[in-house]
């Protein structure tokens, strides 16, 4: 079975674990990955199209709220607009593509290669 198979068979069959327990094994990467997850989750698994005050609604209701994921919320969704994760319905109200319900997948297999930025250990003079 291939890992593109094996993804699709995991979201169709929606054996997406919590948002907490793919945080705590450390299967969503980066913040792109949990971004996407919250999505997946606000969006009925996939299947509406999404606000995105319900994305900061999300975050407090997973329990995953920091000031710096609101503060960098639009920067977030800009990423998997880019990525063709979701597409935008209109300025405020995103709905999740094909290629964002693979990389679902791929977070609940713990095969996301999302990569996370390292800070920058250089010093500023």
Do not use: C, W
């Amino acid at each position: 079975l291939s890992s593109s198979s094996a993804a699709s068979d995991v979201y169709k069959r929606q054996d997406v674990p919590s948002i907490y327990e793919l945080m705590t094994k450390g299967f969503a990467k980066s913040e792109m990955d949990i971004l996407l997850l919250v999505f997946y989750f606000k969006s009925n698994k996939g299947t509406q199209p999404v606000e995105r005050l319900a994305l900061i609604d999300g975050y407090k209701e997973y329990d995953i709220h920091t000031p710096t994921r609101t503060k960098n919320l639009s920067s977030a969704l800009n990423n998997l607009l880019k990525a063709e994760y979701i597409t935008a319905l209109n300025k405020t109200k995103f709905s999740i593509t094909s290629k964002g319900k693979e990389q679902i997948s791929l977070i609940a297999l713990g095969k996301s290669v999302t990569r996370t930025k390292k800070k920058s250990l250089s010093k500023k003079k």
